[in-house]
């Protein structure tokens, strides 16, 4: 069994850590050494990198591993991680500053052809002056090192095997979900790369769509770099491609993770956790013990070291967000073993604190329509980026609501009857309603709690979508995928979904005109809940 930090190991990246304010390039302690690299990339930008190597000699060509740092975070952010494998296992790490970020020359290009043509000069660079071969390289990283890492392995055929973890699959899905602008989500981004990075033409070029509202103008910028669009070059490479990412991601929720999962043909595996972006597997990167890293650690030995881990029976893991076991399926399929459909019967307007009387039934209606007002907040909300999320994560405390206090007037709110066993809820909730806008544009924004006996919700998921240059006064479909989720409700207590037209955290084209949600025994409204 792979020992989770070892008294030498911890001794090590003491050592690594201290040689970063240390005046010496090399440091070397316990059989590694880490030294600073100035690495050229493509067109001649130099990149600043930090690698970790086991001492001595070594009869064959050491296994390598690349490690692209987080977006506007230095190399020093996998050192502990970076220790352990190169101590553990023999791997020889390279980490590296991306373009355009601290002391890395060049600009930001978002992921673009350049960091991709990067990591592969970094590769080149590794087998060149280290004891590494380029028979078995893997790459592995957090956020844009997981991006990049994936659509450099589509590239570059020499990377067998990556850990993606806090990625994205689908940036348009991620930041522009449903045609809803994740407001908070690029401000955060946007924010922090000017601090500490120098935009390439690419990126500035985003920013003022952004700013502009000409987002859908740019996205093909944004497809370009989407991992999801390479899934024949990574079946064609048969790259092993590990990902993982938290429940709560406020820039890169699950959904697309898993569609890309779903994708690949090779050697795969999923890990879901609750948390936020980069909160599952942070403490992991700096070497204390993780379980996402261990499994990234396990996953590397068998895609590059021949050892057998016994991993091919469980490709996904999965831990929910309100439990603390993981639990292991063969495949993302099986994570739901049913649905349980229920239909939406007309909202009700009721007195506050008076009994939930229904709404998600499991009988058929004949049919009903019920207006409420857009461009209102309610109660009913998302959170706030990376914070909402950390706190699920770190202390279990989800983002609540008071139902009874949600607005009925700027608000459609159905219910489930009390579940009198509890229920698991595992997979991706699907809704089906008809809307009726009064305006060109509105968003709607679709929330699912677990609400217990005094009121008090707990969101399990949720959804934007956004109704662009409609015809007022014209009825449509609208299909909403909410977020994948894995979330027990505990017996007593209901399922509750929201649906109004205000979320702080997007930009939402609601008015102030109403709109009009509708069913018909022809085209019947409907929720979907995946039940594991």
Same mark, same amino acid.
């Given at each position: 069994m792979r020992r989770i930090l070892s008294t030498a190991a911890a001794t090590l990246i003491a050592a690594l850590c201290g040689s970063l304010l240390a005046p010496a390039a090399t440091a070397e302690t316990n059989g590694v050494t880490v030294?600073?690299?100035?690495?050229?990339?493509? *067109? %001649?930008?130099?990149?600043? $990198?930090?690698?970790?190597?086991?001492? *001595?000699?070594?009869?064959?060509?050491?296994?390598?591993?690349?490690?692209?740092?987080?977006? $506007?975070?230095? #190399?020093?952010?996998y050192v502990g991680a970076a220790a352990r494998l190169a101590y553990e296992s023999g791997y020889v790490v390279v980490s590296y500053t991306a373009r355009g970020f601290y002391a890395s020359g060049g600009e930001v290009e978002v992921a673009g052809e350049e960091d991709v043509a990067d990591a592969s000069e970094v590769i080149d660079w590794a087998v060149a002056n280290t004891s590494a071969g380029d028979e078995n390289v893997g790459m592995a990283g957090i956020s844009y090192g997981a991006g990049i890492s994936a659509l450099t392995a589509a590239s570059d055929p020499r990377v067998d095997a990556i850990a993606a973890m806090s990625g994205w699959a689908d940036l348009v899905a991620s930041l522009y979900p449903n045609r809803t602008v994740n407001a908070s989500g690029a401000e955060l981004l946007l924010g922090v790369g000017e601090l500490t990075g120098r935009f390439g033409d690419d990126l500035t070029e985003l920013e003022n769509a952004y700013r502009e509202h000409r987002t859908e103008e740019a996205l093909h910028l944004a497809g370009e770099r989407s991992p999801i669009n390479e899934i024949d070059e990574l079946n064609a490479n048969g790259t092993a491609v590990m990902l993982a990412n938290?429940?709560?991601?406020?820039?890169?929720?699950?959904?697309?993770? $898993?569609?890309?999962?779903? *994708?690949?043909?090779?050697?795969?595996?999923?890990?879901?956790?609750? %948390?936020?972006?980069?909160?599952?597997?942070?403490? *992991?990167?700096?070497?204390?013990? #993780?379980?996402?890293w261990d499994t990234a650690a396990r996953w590397f030995d068998q895609q590059l070291r021949g050892v057998d881990e016994g991993m091919a029976d469980s490709a996904v893991e999965i831990q929910p967000s309100n439990g603390s076991d993981w639990k292991r399926y063969p495949d993302w399929r099986s994570v739901t073993d049913h649905t349980s459909t229920r239909e939406l019967?007309?909202?009700?307007?009721?007195?506050?604190?008076?009994p939930e009387t229904g709404g998600l039934s499991t009988e058929s209606d004949t049919g009903w329509r019920h207006s409420i007002d857009s461009g209102d907040p309610t109660l009913a909300n998302s959170g706030l980026v990376l914070v909402s999320g950390a706190l699920q994560g770190y202390a279990r405390i989800p983002v609540g609501v008071s139902v009874p206090f949600v607005d009925r007037d700027d608000a459609a709110v159905w219910a489930t009857e009390p579940y009198a066993d509890g229920v698991n809820v595992t997979g991706t909730p699907r809704l089906r309603v008809n809307v009726t806008p009064e305006d060109e544009s509105v968003s709607l924004f679709a929330y699912l709690y677990d609400v217990g006996p005094a009121g008090n919700g707990s969101l399990i998921s949720h959804k934007p979508v956004t109704l662009r240059n409609n015809s007022p006064g014209v009825r449509s479909r609208v299909d909403i995928s909410l977020q994948p989720t894995s979330w027990q409700v505990d017996e007593g207590h209901r399922l509750v979904l929201v649906v109004d037209t205000v979320d702080a955290r997007y930009r939402d084209e609601s008015s102030g005109g109403e709109v009009t949600f509708g069913s018909s025994a022809e085209r019947p409204a409907k929720l979907r809940i995946p039940v594991g």
């Amino acid at each position: 069994m792979r020992r989770i930090l070892s008294t030498a190991a911890a001794t090590l990246i003491a050592a690594l850590c201290g040689s970063l304010l240390a005046p010496a390039a090399t440091a070397e302690t316990n059989g590694v050494t880490v030294h600073r690299a100035s690495i050229p990339g493509s *067109g %001649g930008v130099t990149l600043r $990198a930090k690698v970790i190597e086991p001492t *001595g000699e070594s009869a064959e060509p050491r296994p390598l591993l690349v490690m692209p740092a987080s977006w $506007a975070t230095p #190399n020093i952010e996998y050192v502990g991680a970076a220790a352990r494998l190169a101590y553990e296992s023999g791997y020889v790490v390279v980490s590296y500053t991306a373009r355009g970020f601290y002391a890395s020359g060049g600009e930001v290009e978002v992921a673009g052809e350049e960091d991709v043509a990067d990591a592969s000069e970094v590769i080149d660079w590794a087998v060149a002056n280290t004891s590494a071969g380029d028979e078995n390289v893997g790459m592995a990283g957090i956020s844009y090192g997981a991006g990049i890492s994936a659509l450099t392995a589509a590239s570059d055929p020499r990377v067998d095997a990556i850990a993606a973890m806090s990625g994205w699959a689908d940036l348009v899905a991620s930041l522009y979900p449903n045609r809803t602008v994740n407001a908070s989500g690029a401000e955060l981004l946007l924010g922090v790369g000017e601090l500490t990075g120098r935009f390439g033409d690419d990126l500035t070029e985003l920013e003022n769509a952004y700013r502009e509202h000409r987002t859908e103008e740019a996205l093909h910028l944004a497809g370009e770099r989407s991992p999801i669009n390479e899934i024949d070059e990574l079946n064609a490479n048969g790259t092993a491609v590990m990902l993982a990412n938290s429940w709560q991601d406020s820039l890169f929720p699950p959904k697309q993770i $898993a569609d890309l999962f779903s *994708g690949l043909n090779g050697p795969k595996r999923l890990m879901l956790a609750p %948390g936020d972006h980069a909160t599952a597997e942070l403490f *992991g990167a700096a070497g204390l013990p #993780n379980h996402i890293w261990d499994t990234a650690a396990r996953w590397f030995d068998q895609q590059l070291r021949g050892v057998d881990e016994g991993m091919a029976d469980s490709a996904v893991e999965i831990q929910p967000s309100n439990g603390s076991d993981w639990k292991r399926y063969p495949d993302w399929r099986s994570v739901t073993d049913h649905t349980s459909t229920r239909e939406l019967t007309e909202p009700t307007r009721r007195h506050l604190f008076a009994p939930e009387t229904g709404g998600l039934s499991t009988e058929s209606d004949t049919g009903w329509r019920h207006s409420i007002d857009s461009g209102d907040p309610t109660l009913a909300n998302s959170g706030l980026v990376l914070v909402s999320g950390a706190l699920q994560g770190y202390a279990r405390i989800p983002v609540g609501v008071s139902v009874p206090f949600v607005d009925r007037d700027d608000a459609a709110v159905w219910a489930t009857e009390p579940y009198a066993d509890g229920v698991n809820v595992t997979g991706t909730p699907r809704l089906r309603v008809n809307v009726t806008p009064e305006d060109e544009s509105v968003s709607l924004f679709a929330y699912l709690y677990d609400v217990g006996p005094a009121g008090n919700g707990s969101l399990i998921s949720h959804k934007p979508v956004t109704l662009r240059n409609n015809s007022p006064g014209v009825r449509s479909r609208v299909d909403i995928s909410l977020q994948p989720t894995s979330w027990q409700v505990d017996e007593g207590h209901r399922l509750v979904l929201v649906v109004d037209t205000v979320d702080a955290r997007y930009r939402d084209e609601s008015s102030g005109g109403e709109v009009t949600f509708g069913s018909s025994a022809e085209r019947p409204a409907k929720l979907r809940i995946p039940v594991g």
